[in-house]
């Protein structure tokens, strides 16, 4: 008698070759669209600039490698060591980076759980007591089984496909997260400093106003000044005051916020340093001609667009016949009936399921799943256009802050030319110490609004680095 092993080899072998030849006949379930056809189908009839032009080829998939690197990479352009340190701890600390490495994850436990239908289900099962048994018919038993879909139609292959798009959808959808959380640390990080710059400038204004109403108040008591003149001074420094407390609360809020941002206690961590980085140099017009390939929100829309194309080839291959191959051995014994053989008994076959009426609830799911694909290509053409926008916004608006801050620069350059001539003209007694206050007072807002205009050559900057999916090149 030959063992149980031959026998299950023997089984095993059959329904192998069986698969394969299956296998081999089995239909494809196509590519991830070509870019040129994604565009074709999202922005029919669309003339885009010749900026935007570039090679016809698919987006290249976001390794979770590379996500870090790129939501990075920009930050390290500045030249900024104190915000090249604190990226680095947001992304060991900040509870937003465990959030993004967790959906990750579940992605990827995604993609596993789908792929599992790729091999055989093996299992067991057994039963025993005494007399009647424990379902009432005296039998017991063990049984270990297999089976196997094979996929012929392709329907395992495109939920596989399915999920891996939807999971590269999802990295590209946490790396826009984490673009975006780095462009809000920066900016909240030099904002704190202009803050704080602002704020004490602010301050000795306000020291200022103060000097100047007791210097009216002087005038006042030899009748060089009128009760009139004593009141407009005391707005001025009460003004000026208020001011200084709410640039000084405004930038201690900020310090929170950055603690908060890179996951420490909110206690206003003082910062290193208190200067902006050097503005970056102008880049030429025009985008770079990857940039619905480079965008992350871009590249999680085109992903949409597949995985919706998978789930119409899912939906389709269900209406096609399931096969699917079998194979096992147990043993089974009774106290009631009597059985030809208790002994080990293999068994191999296939199993065919095909549906033959369903009422149009197969035919409905791949209606339902034609109007996804319609959604995805309209969501891919709406963040598309909004990709354009942004560029073109952030483009013009670097460039108007640019121009705008030259001209802050210069009048606060001229200020300080205007306030060393006023202190000579003091010196010489030709003015009183009131105009000489009242010029530092300008000469300070001056300096502020340049700051303001260098900070928001740094924000345009950021934004057009968001738009852009990264560094610009």
Not at 52 to 69: E, I, M, T, V
Not at 317 to 328: D, E, F, M, Q, V
Request: aromatic content about 6%; overall charge positive.
């Amino acid at each position: 008698m030959r063992s149980l092993d031959k026998v299950m080899s023997k089984y095993l072998s059959r329904s192998l070759s069986l698969s394969l030849l299956l296998a081999l006949s089995a239909c494809s379930i196509g590519e991830p669209i070509k870019r040129s056809e994604l565009l074709d189908r999202a922005l029919p009839g669309q003339n885009l600039p010749g900026q935007y032009g570039g090679a016809n080829k698919q987006a290249a998939n976001l390794s979770a490698s590379s996500q870090a690197f790129q939501s990075i990479a920009w930050v390290d352009s500045f030249n900024d060591p104190e915000l090249t340190e604190l990226a680095k701890l947001a992304i060991q600390s900040a509870p937003d980076f465990r959030i993004y490495a967790a959906r990750l994850d579940q992605a990827e436990a995604m993609m596993k759980a789908v792929g599992g239908s790729f091999y055989p289900n093996v299992g067991v099962q057994a039963k025993t007591g005494s007399k009647m048994g424990l379902d009432g018919t005296g039998t017991s038993g063990y049984y270990v089984g297999a089976n196997w879909e094979i996929d012929l139609w392709g329907r395992v292959r495109a939920s596989y496909a399915n999920a891996e798009q939807t999971a590269r959808a999802i990295a590209a959808d946490q790396e826009s997260a984490k673009l975006s959380f780095m462009a809000n640390l920066a900016k909240t990080l030099w904002s704190a400093r202009v803050l704080h710059l602002q704020a004490q400038v602010a301050q000795e204004s306000a020291q200022h106003q103060e000097k100047i109403l007791e210097h009216v108040r002087n005038r006042e008591r030899i009748g060089a000044s009128s009760k009139q003149d004593i009141l407009s001074a005391e707005i001025n420094h009460a003004q000026a005051k208020e001011l200084a407390f709410n640039l000084k609360n405004a930038s201690q809020q900020n310090l929170k916020t950055l603690d908060v941002l890179v996951g420490r206690y909110p206690v206003g961590t003082p910062l290193k340093n208190q200067s902006l980085p050097k503005n970056p140099s102008a880049i030429n017009t025009g985008v770079p001609s990857d940039l619905l390939e480079r965008r992350p929100d871009v590249v999680a829309a085109a992903a949409r667009v597949d995985a919706a194309r998978f789930n119409i080839k899912e939906a389709e291959a269900t209406r096609l016949p399931k096969i699917s191959l079998t194979a096992g051995f147990g043993r089974i014994s009774s106290d009631v009936f009597v059985l030809k053989t208790d002994s080990s008994n293999p068994s191999a076959g296939i199993g065919v399921t095909l549906p033959i009426f369903t009422g149009g609830a197969l035919e409905a799911r791949v209606e339902s799943r034609q109007a996804e694909l319609e959604q995805a290509f309209a969501a891919y053409a709406k963040v598309g256009l909004n990709a354009f926008r942004e560029v073109e916004a952030a483009l013009s608006g670097e460039e108007s802050w640019r121009a705008r801050y030259a001209e802050l620069n210069q009048v606060y350059q001229l200020q300080q030319n205007i306030q060393k001539s006023t202190d000579a003209e003091f010196v010489i007694g030709r003015i009183d110490q009131r105009q000489v206050l009242q010029q530092k007072i300008r000469a300070n807002t001056a300096r502020s609004n340049e700051q303001q205009g260098q900070l928001e050559v740094l924000m345009q900057r950021i934004n057009l680095y968001l738009s852009l999916g990264g560094p610009a090149i």
